[in-house]
């Protein structure tokens, strides 16, 4: 038999044990003493290479290693089996009367919570939750509690998450509330929350203040006042949608009718998404993080856009004065003014800005310290190379944009 290194004796790579060699080996397998195999250098020259059995050396470390690695992972996933994770606590509450308000405060410095608000097929209110923790933060699982209670008096469904002050790990809250019809009225504080949104309507206030957490909209949503048998617009009504946080993201992935009333979007640290919205109107700020704004149909009411770190992006239709502020970011947005004189103010930092603009009437300026200036238009009257009137000289109609590195571009049609 070949003499080679039993599995079980590898010698360290320390040790002065000699490899066999197939110089050294009397391998049957050998077709002679003096195999070799000749490789050409660049000179010309030729060296011998001799093949031994030092890859067998290597192939039993490697073996050995992840036999090793192997029973280390056995040995995780045995003690995962012996020591799992606790067991999520949960509960539910039903109600069957009938209330308009939905309350919901979310306290404490540890852990998070989610809120789920959906629209539900039974005739009862449904409030359910579950608490999860990982090893060894048993206590403040235990600490946990969501409490919910129906107060007949004030119509108002009062929801309660309270999280503990401190926490060894993971330690998560979830809750979905399932109602049966519309609101009045939802109210939303929260400490470390977020809230899913695919829920009723809301007739009159929508109101989400968040510490630490995320507001995403995933159904169409109306807070444009009660309904009416009359013919008069929904946009006569009037409604109120207000979502801030401190760091998380604001998502609005389906439309929002507020009506005649107000849309208040602001986040210290996240970006704001838009998909449609009608009010009278709209105001959306992030600190840091973009804004974007896919449609917004204003009740010639006005437009308030700011980033200070990020882009501004979106179009925007119906409104008497939009203002548009962006520190260090670039600004893309197709405007369509309403009926009679706007005001336009689009001012960046640090960034370029393009602007078409339909049906626009009245002055206007274009500015850069660093950049080009280009502004055309088959009613663009230049005074100068950065300033004139479109349509009508006399119009009252105001739009100036100012940057002070980047490009210019304005585009009225």
């Known amino acids: 038999m070949c003499q080679t290194t039993p599995r079980h004796s590898v010698p360290h790579l320390n040790e002065t044990t000699p ?25 010309g020259t030729k060296r011998k290479v001799r093949w031994g059995n030092a890859w067998l050396v290597c192939f039993y470390v490697l073996v050995a290693v992840a036999g090793h690695v192997g ?44 809120l789920t608000v959906s629209l539900g097929t039974s005739e009862h209110a449904h409030v359910a939750f579950a608490i999860q923790a990982e090893k060894g933060n048993e206590a403040a699982q235990k600490e946990t ?74 159904t169409p949503l109306d807070v444009s006042g009660p309904s009416s048998s009359s013919t008069r617009s929904a946009a006569i009504s009037k409604g109120s949608f207000a979502a801030t946080t401190g760091t998380g993201s604001i998502s609005l992935l389906e439309t929002l009718n507020v009506g005649a009333g107000n849309v208040d979007l602001l986040t210290n640290s996240g970006s704001i998404d838009v998909v449609h919205v009608r009010a009278l109107n709209l105001k959306a700020h992030a600190r840091i993080g973009k804004v974007s704004v896919q449609d917004a149909l204003l009740d010639h009411g006005n437009v308030d856009l700011e980033s200070n770190n990020g882009n501004i992006a979106g179009v925007f239709s119906g409104y008497s004065s939009f203002i548009l502020r962006a520190n260090t970011g670039s600004a893309a947005v197709s405007l369509y003014p309403g009926i009679g004189d706007t005001q336009n103010l689009l001012t960046c930092y640090t960034g370029a800005i393009d602007a078409a603009v339909y049906e626009f009437k009245g002055k206007y300026s274009a500015s850069t310290q660093m950049g080009s200036v280009q502004v055309s238009g088959n009613e663009v009257h230049k005074i100068n190379g950065t300033a004139g009137w479109v349509a009508d000289s006399d119009s009252n109609g105001v739009f100036d944009a100012e940057t002070r590195i980047g490009n210019v571009k304005l585009s009225f049609l």
Request: charge should be neutral; include cysteine; proline fraction near 7%.
């Open 19 to 43: 490899l066999l060699t197939p110089a050294t080996s009397p391998c049957p397998y050998r077709k002679s003493n003096t195999d070799e195999i000749d490789a050409t250098e660049t000179e």
């Open 71 to 114: 029973l280390l992972h056995m040995g995780m996933l045995c003690a995962r089996a012996r020591y799992p994770d606790p067991q999520p606590i949960s509960g539910a509450f039903q109600f069957a009367s009938t209330f308009s308000r939905v309350r919901v405060f979310s306290v404490g410095a540890a852990g998070d919570a989610k």
């Open 145 to 218: 509690k969501v409490i919910a209670s129906l107060n007949k008096g004030s119509s108002e469904l009062n929801i309660q998450i309270l999280l503990p002050p401190s926490s060894n790990g993971m330690l998560h809250a979830e809750v979905r509330v399932t109602l049966p019809q519309s609101l009045e009225e939802f109210l939303m504080h929260g400490n470390h929350a977020s809230l899913h949104w695919e829920g009723p309507n809301v007739q009159s206030n929508f109101t989400v203040s968040l510490n630490t957490g995320s507001v995403k909209i995933f």
